[in-house]
């Protein structure tokens, strides 16, 4: 009886992180049409009502209220989502989808690291080694072994815009132990939604600017299944796949699963004629390796809320 909800549990992650891994890939060919502020803006405006019309049939109508709390769901989900996202597109556009995919997987380690400086919890010495090994990792797959030429082509500071957007996400799934009594789905849904009115002022004030440019609604809809993809499918699907995924396997054994995101961008950077060197190829099994030792250390910290919506 145990071996069926473990294997349902694995099930749910395995379509969560493919999902997460196959959303930077469509994002990329998204970025050719629409600019990163205002896809995050098209991404968020449906999936915040569909996560509040969930949390509401799911909780009822009281769940509806932030409780005082709307203030700092405001700001963890400014940092969270419109961070995120934004910083992350903004990346993106300059670089490729296996670059962030790899990056986004060094979430549970970077994690480590931010729990030391801002908590006092150092990490174990498997977990400490792991990251800078991981970081070797990173660094060979970005630079693809040569580190001028990544400066040159300015690859370095997109994959930094991505690296700091994991922070801010990061900050986020912090934030959800600032309000125990929120569940995991009411937290996402109110951080989603006042962090959405973050993304739209910010994607309006730098339509202002001139620094982002309105989409045609022609473009808009020529975008429609990019948009439900990363909308729906990874921002409210496979949110709901991944928690209770978590749930059955256990944080130790669930954030093993984070590997398959990397893995996932890389094979559709194949399927897509993409040739990765053996530089890109030894720096993802690097990342990959030191995600499973510190994962089966038990000593990978895995956030409250697992989804990378």
């Given at each position: 009886?145990?071996?069926?909800?473990?294997s349902?549990?694995?099930?749910?992650?395995?379509?969560?992180?493919?999902?997460?891994?196959?959303m930077f890939?469509v994002?990329k060919d998204?970025?050719?049409?629409?600019?990163a502020?205002w896809l995050?803006?098209?991404?968020?405006?449906?999936?915040?009502?569909?996560?509040?019309?969930v949390?509401?049939l799911?909780?009822?109508?009281?769940?509806?209220?932030?409780?005082g709390?709307?203030?700092?769901?405001?700001?963890?989900?400014?940092?969270?989502f419109a961070?995120?996202?934004?910083?992350?597109?903004?990346?993106?556009?300059?670089s490729?989808?296996e670059?962030?995919?790899?990056?986004?997987?060094?979430m549970p380690?970077?994690?480590?690291?931010?729990?030391?400086v801002?908590?006092?919890?150092?990490p174990?010495?498997?977990?400490a080694?792991?990251?800078?090994?991981?970081l070797?990792?990173?660094?060979?797959?970005?630079?693809?072994?040569?580190?001028?030429?990544?400066i040159?082509?300015?690859t370095?500071?997109a994959?930094?815009?991505v690296?700091?957007g994991?922070?801010?996400?990061?900050?986020?799934?912090?934030?959800?132990?600032?309000l125990?009594?929120f569940s995991t789905?009411?937290?996402?849904?109110?951080?989603?939604?006042?962090g959405?009115?973050s993304?739209?002022?910010?994607?309006?004030?730098a339509?202002?600017?001139?620094?982002?440019?309105?989409?045609?609604?022609?473009?808009?809809?020529?975008?429609?299944?990019?948009?439900?993809?990363?909308?729906?499918?990874?921002?409210v699907?496979?949110?709901?796949?991944?928690?209770p995924?978590?749930?059955?396997?256990g944080?130790?054994?669930?954030?093993?699963?984070?590997n398959?995101?990397?893995?996932?961008?890389?094979?559709?950077g194949?399927?897509?004629?993409?040739?990765?060197?053996?530089?890109?190829?030894a720096?993802?099994?690097?990342v990959?390796?030191?995600?499973v030792a510190?994962?089966?250390?038990?000593?990978?910290?895995?956030?409250r809320?697992?989804e990378?919506?």
């Amino acid at each position: 009886m145990q071996q069926r909800p473990m294997s349902r549990g694995a099930a749910m992650l395995v379509f969560t992180t493919v999902v997460w891994g196959a959303m930077f890939a469509v994002a990329k060919d998204a970025l050719g049409s629409i600019d990163a502020f205002w896809l995050t803006t098209w991404r968020y405006v449906p999936a915040s009502l569909t996560m509040l019309g969930v949390l509401w049939l799911v909780e009822g109508r009281r769940a509806l209220s932030p409780g005082g709390a709307a203030l700092r769901l405001w700001m963890y989900g400014t940092l969270g989502f419109a961070g995120f996202s934004i910083l992350g597109y903004l990346g993106l556009a300059r670089s490729r989808p296996e670059h962030a995919a790899i990056i986004v997987a060094l979430m549970p380690l970077i994690t480590a690291i931010v729990n030391w400086v801002v908590r006092g919890k150092r990490p174990g010495t498997v977990t400490a080694v792991a990251t800078l090994v991981a970081l070797a990792g990173v660094l060979l797959v970005v630079t693809k072994g040569h580190l001028h030429g990544a400066i040159a082509q300015g690859t370095l500071g997109a994959d930094a815009l991505v690296l700091a957007g994991v922070v801010c996400w990061i900050a986020y799934t912090i934030g959800a132990s600032t309000l125990p009594r929120f569940s995991t789905l009411r937290y996402t849904a109110h951080s989603m939604a006042l962090g959405t009115l973050s993304i739209v002022g910010v994607t309006l004030a730098a339509s202002a600017a001139g620094v982002a440019h309105a989409p045609q609604w022609a473009v808009v809809a020529s975008l429609g299944g990019e948009i439900a993809y990363l909308s729906i499918l990874a921002g409210v699907l496979a949110v709901f796949a991944g928690t209770p995924g978590i749930a059955a396997l256990g944080p130790a054994n669930g954030v093993l699963f984070i590997n398959l995101v990397p893995i996932t961008a890389f094979a559709i950077g194949v399927a897509q004629g993409h040739r990765f060197g053996p530089s890109e190829l030894a720096g993802a099994a690097l990342v990959i390796g030191a995600l499973v030792a510190s994962s089966l250390a038990g000593r990978a910290p895995v956030a409250r809320s697992p989804e990378f919506a």
